[in-house]
């Protein structure tokens, strides 16, 4: 169940079941990631991670080279596979990256929201 706060917040979130309390010392990308140690973003402030050799502009295209440093590759069809972990990247109209989601082995998908 979302809470009040979260429904209004986000009000086409849809069926979604809050798992934890907000923790700001980590995003949806490093959740994506399987971190919870700090920030994963392309920006250099606070103690933000980002790979060496990988473009800092927030890109899609640098979102995409970023996973791949984490052995993911661009697929077209977010259904389930079996023994493959997915990640959804978001972006605005623009092209910005604004979110990341992971894929569970059940077929749902796990994120962390900013707000």
């Known amino acids: 169940m979302v809470s009040d706060f979260l429904g209004r917040l986000f009000p086409n979130l849809g069926d979604c079941v809050e798992t934890s309390p907000q923790d700001a010392s980590y995003n949806c990308f490093a959740w994506a990631l399987r971190r919870s140690d700090r920030w994963v973003s392309p920006e250099e ?36 596979e079996e023994g493959v972990e997915k990640v959804a990247l978001y972006a605005d109209a623009t092209g910005r990256p604004t979110h990341a989601a992971r894929q569970l082995p059940n077929g749902k998908w796990t994120s962390k929201l900013e707000h």
């Open 45 to 80: 402030y606070g103690d933000c991670f980002w790979p060496e050799g990988v473009s800092r502009k927030r890109t899609l295209e640098s979102f995409v080279a970023l996973f791949s440093v984490y052995g993911f590759s661009v697929c077209d069809d977010p259904s389930r």
